[in-house]
Each structure stands twice: as structure tokens, then as C-alpha cells.
């Protein structure tokens, strides 16, 4: 089994920064990207930003100069270093592993449990 751990949500004013961490562990073989999502209320989940095995990035036009991630590649962990937040950043942010398993070498991925990050002041 593999499993996500996440930490780092909370509640927070508008302008001021979060940090969010996934940690994966289990029976992986090789990790293909790992990336943080988000859902707000009444809305579809969507793709935040995203970090392949070489490092490369991408995000949503409505993060870009205000998010940063970052991978450690031998732990198994992704970050998300959240600045300048807005009030419609908050929503529920959930960590996604795109991995090869140790068992058949197949491509798969999980989602994390989800932490709320909320924007308010």
C-alpha cells in the first residue's frame, strides 16, 4: 500500500503565506510527478501545480508568482509554499502521486485526505 500524508493547512488573512507538505511512503517504485489540487465549494477540482520526476513545473494561471513547488526527490515529498494568498484561494487542498508500483511495475496514482486552507479576514 501507499500512503499520502499531508500537513500544513489552516486559516489565514488575505495577503499573508501557508505552507503546505505531502509526504508519500509504501511500495513505490518510482515516483512520475507529484502535484497539489484543490476544490472549493460547489466547484470542480482543479489542478493547482504539479512537479515531475525532472523537476518540471506547472501551474494554474490564477497561482502563478504567488505559489511555489518543490519536490525532495530521496523523502518522497512535495511542497507547497503558498504567498499572497486571496480569499478564493480557500478550498480544500489535496496532494496527488503519480507513481509507478513495486507490484506488476504498473502507473498509478492516489490522492491525499485533503486539508482546508482558508483565506478570511
Known amino acids: 500500500q501507499v500512503q499520502l500524508v499531508e500537513s500544513g493547512g489552516g486559516l489565514v488573512q488575505p495577503g499573508g503565506s501557508l505552507r503546505l507538505s505531502c509526504a508519500a511512503s509504501g511500495r513505490i517504485f518510482r515516483i512520475n510527478a507529484m502535484g497539489w489540487y484543490r476544490q472549493a465549494p460547489g466547484k470542480q477540482r482543479e489542478l493547482v501545480a504539479s512537479?515531475?520526476?525532472?523537476?518540471?513545473?506547472n501551474y494554474a494561471d490564477s497561482v502563478k508568482g504567488r505559489f511555489t513547488i518543490s519536490r525532495d526527490g530521496a523523502k518522497n515529498t512535495v511542497a507547497l509554499q503558498m504567498n499572497s494568498l486571496k480569499l478564493e484561494d480557500t478550498a480544500v487542498y489535496y496532494c496527488n502521486l503519480n507513481y509507478v508500483t513495486t507490484v506488476a511495475y504498473s502507473n498509478t496514482e492516489r490522492w491525499g485526505q485533503g486539508t482546508q486552507v482558508t483565506v478570511s479576514s
Open positions: 512537479i515531475n520526476s525532472g523537476g518540471i513545473t
